[in-house]
């Protein structure tokens, strides 16, 4: 067993809780790294790809000394014997730690100074090389500091996300509306780890738009259903539903049809066959509302997502869970949001689990509050 370090992507609380769902021994070392105990490499990089909020795993090497002299010759020492064929190119990236005096300078003059070894290496941020960088040039070394409550450790990263795999199903899926399918990839997959876990499950989103949920679920191997007020759209994430699973070679099973999702319970196949989780965007409203439109504007909204809730009751098992999207805009003297409608959903035997997660776009007008309800009969 050893230990590993996830870096988490721009929005940490989210990523945590991800974490958590797919490994309850999940522990938070700094607000943007966690860490998990896990039997191999292998099982460690299956797990990593899994989700959608860690940008970066690195694997526990063992502690640095305890002075930034010693630990210079300790990097220099792992870089050395793990140099390869080729001349050593190297990063480095430092995690929890703000007061380390050990840069790629001196690490390079050390590698010299001790055993005679020319190395260059890769300008970084603080958290060390890119994504980009270490998926696309092979023979990079990335070491880590890590500032733990354990003590400051010695980390190599062993697997960074796949940005070209995300690009390939975000921008060449047949089917594309700029008015549906905004929920970014990443943070569908987020949603659908916290209502899942790690078991497979049926995943159905009743705002499915472009299907970027119920592609996200087919990728990590759960069963779906979709459906959506918008025919075109469901037409349309049939499409990419059908390229994907070509693209993948998938074969969970997925149904998508046209319903308004306040009356999905009138489906007999749900009721007979209820769903495991519910994760979706529904409609949020005017992207870029005007101020004297906000009342009216939640007041609509309140309404349809309590009748959508109503409807969820009957085709969710007892216990399922849904991960859900709600608005808000934060006006100059008042805070728009659906928080009302929480209390309403109680005697429908709904209960949040989690405080909700801000999730927002730079700019944006309209912020996504992510909620976790349980649901019990």
Not at 100 to 129: A, M, P, V, Y
Not at 179 to 185: E, Q, S, T
Not at 338 to 352: E, F, Q, V
């Amino acid at each position: 067993m050893s230990n590993y370090y996830f870096l988490f992507g721009n929005t940490p609380s989210l990523s945590f809780l991800e974490l958590q769902s797919l490994n309850a021994g999940a522990t938070l070392v700094t607000p943007n790294l966690a860490k998990v105990n896990l039997g191999s490499d292998e099982l460690a990089q299956d797990f990593f790809n899994k989700t959608g909020g860690t940008v970066k795993l690195v694997k526990e090497i063992g502690p640095l000394a305890e002075s930034d002299e010693d630990s210079l010759a300790l990097i220099a020492a792992y870089l050395n014997e793990h140099k390869g064929d080729s001349k050593l190119t190297f990063g480095l990236g430092i995690l929890g730690l703000d007061n380390l005096e050990i840069s790629e300078t001196k690490i390079k003059k050390q590698l010299k100074k001790d055993h005679d070894l020319s190395s260059r290496f890769i300008e970084h941020t603080k958290t060390g090389l890119s994504a980009s960088v270490l998926l696309h040039q092979d023979d990079v070394i990335e070491v880590c500091a890590i500032g733990t409550t354990d003590g400051n450790m010695l980390g190599e990263t062993i697997a960074v996300q796949d940005i070209d795999d995300w690009t390939n199903r975000d921008r060449n899926k047949p089917y594309a509306d700029r008015k549906k399918g905004m929920l970014p990839p990443k943070v569908a997959r987020m949603m659908i780890n916290i209502a899942a876990g790690s078991d497979k499950k049926t995943i159905y989103d009743p705002f499915c738009g472009t299907g970027t949920v119920l592609s996200e679920a087919l990728m990590l191997g759960h069963d779906v259903v979709g459906s959506d007020l918008d025919g075109n759209a469901t037409a349309g994430a049939e499409k990419n539903i059908a390229w994907l699973k070509k693209e993948y070679n998938l074969n969970g099973e997925s149904k998508i049809f046209y319903s308004d999702a306040s009356q999905v319970h009138k489906m007999s196949d749900l009721r007979n066959r209820p769903v495991d989780a519910i994760v979706t965007e529904p409609f949020l409203g005017k992207p870029k509302p005007e101020l004297k439109q906000l009342e009216n504007i939640y007041k609509g909204l309140e309404k349809m997502y309590l009748g959508a809730f109503k409807a969820f009751k009957e085709v969710l098992k007892n216990e399922g869970k849904i991960v859900i999207v709600f608005p808000m805009v934060e006006a100059p003297r008042k805070t728009y949001d659906l928080s009302k409608l929480i209390d309403k959903l109680a005697p429908l035997g709904y209960t949040t689990t989690s405080e909700p997660i801000v999730y927002a776009r730079k700019g944006a007008v309209v912020q996504r509050q992510i909620f976790v309800f349980t649901l019990n009969k």
